[in-house]
């Protein structure tokens, strides 16, 4: 693996993923709009994704052992990526989520039940419906599609790419510096530390998370390794948003407050249902994951 190109990757993990290849001596091509500069020793590209032409003038003549996608998420960007980087790239590397599983059941996704955490095939991208008619360019319709539209970026490249394809589904990404531009994690520092109400469901369920950094690693050792198809990247364990705000308060000596907000409206981390991942598959093709009592208790001391 010695010519990589990152699309995205501008901040928070998937800057972390490019000065990991960076640092071991990777060939490193940096493709987005612009908005923010590249660290140094990499290659930068300007060029909208969106634009196919762009796209694919930015690029010129490169080609590469691997991309890895940071932001693909709607089915039009994929095929305009199946096009541009065909016969370019040995490998495809699209980084997608948990959201997969968001468990619409009119899109036949199996209802998950405490225990009973969901494996790749839960999701099956080439048996997932494709709609490019929908207003993907619109920006909050994408953005309120999140799930649907990684489900339907998936499915894209499964059926369409002309290289090997592999779709990373990520667990909730935590991370307590700075770097973190969600500010999910900051949300509840600052309404456990002020004594607000955190928003909660009525019945709260874990969810699967692993840490920037590990995420970082994880799509590091996939863009090298040689699997193709969904796997889930989370770290061993699970928790709650109750167990969450309570790691906080407990750091701040406060009590957290909490309110039901009866199924609308509940704050980042609270879910209605259980969002577990099985990473069974990562494991078996080689990779060893932490456990979320390794790296949570210091998450939540540099977000303080």
Known sequence: MKEVCVIGGSRYFGRRLVLRLRDAGVNVTLVNRGTQAPPPGVTHLVADRDDERALTVALGTRDFDVVVDQVCGTPRQAGVAARVFAGRTGRYVMTSTIEVYDHAPAGGVPAAVPGAPLAEEAVDPLRWPVDLDLPWHDREFSEARYGEGKRQAEAVFAREAAFPFAAVRSGHVMGGGSADFTGRLEHYVERVRAGRPVAVHRENHPSSFIRDLEIADFLYWAAGAGFTGAVNARSHGEFDVIELCERI??????????????????????????????????????????????WLPGVVSEAL
């Not at 407050?257 to 990473?279: I, K, L, Q």
């Open 249 to 294: 308060a407990a750091r701040l000596g406060v009590r957290p407050v909490y309110e039901t907000d009866g199924g609308t409206g509940a704050s980042p981390y609270a879910f209605g249902h259980y969002y577990g991942m099985d990473n069974g598959r990562a494991g078996r093709l080689g990779f060893a994951f932490s456990h979320t009592g390794d």
